[in-house]
């Protein structure tokens, strides 16, 4: 069965910084594209950023927030990360991280009906 376990949302003043984790359990982490999403109340989910496995890859990250937010993963861990940092009133949100299967190393996965597996969220608030 597989689960994965988003922490380290909170409540957090604007110009700060968070970093959220995606805990997973009952896949091979190292061969799942990961993702984050974000959704609002009455919104569909946001892509925030996204980050593939294996090499031939990078990255990728919404324009509304490049430069501000990373992606990284442990694959020792089976974990993948969110570090947020400048944080905005704006970026308030439950955020959820999405992990997919791909055959091809290095794919990027933006479209958030491209992947079978979510977490439950964790909520992020910014204050302004």
């Known amino acids: 069965q597989v689960q994965l376990v988003e922490s380290g949302g909170g409540l957090v003043q604007a110009g700060g910084s968070l970093r959220l984790s995606c805990a997973a359990s009952?896949?091979?982490?190292?061969?799942?594209?990961m993702g984050w999403f974000r959704r609002t109340p009455g919104k569909d989910r946001e892509f925030v950023g996204a980050i593939p496995w294996g090499v031939g890859g990078s990255t990728h990250y919404a324009d509304s927030v490049k430069g501000r937010f990373a992606i990284s993963r442990d694959n020792a861990k089976n974990t993948v990360y969110l570090e947020m940092n400048s944080l905005k009133p704006e970026d308030t949100a439950v955020y959820y991280c999405?992990?997919?299967?791909?055959?091809?190393?290095?794919?990027?996965?933006?479209?958030?009906?491209?992947?079978?597996?979510w977490g439950q969220g964790t909520q992020v608030t910014v204050s302004s």
């Open positions: 999405a992990a997919q299967w791909t055959t091809a190393q290095g794919t990027i996965l933006m479209d958030p009906r491209r992947y079978n597996y």
């Open positions: 009952g896949l091979t982490f190292s061969w799942h594209a």
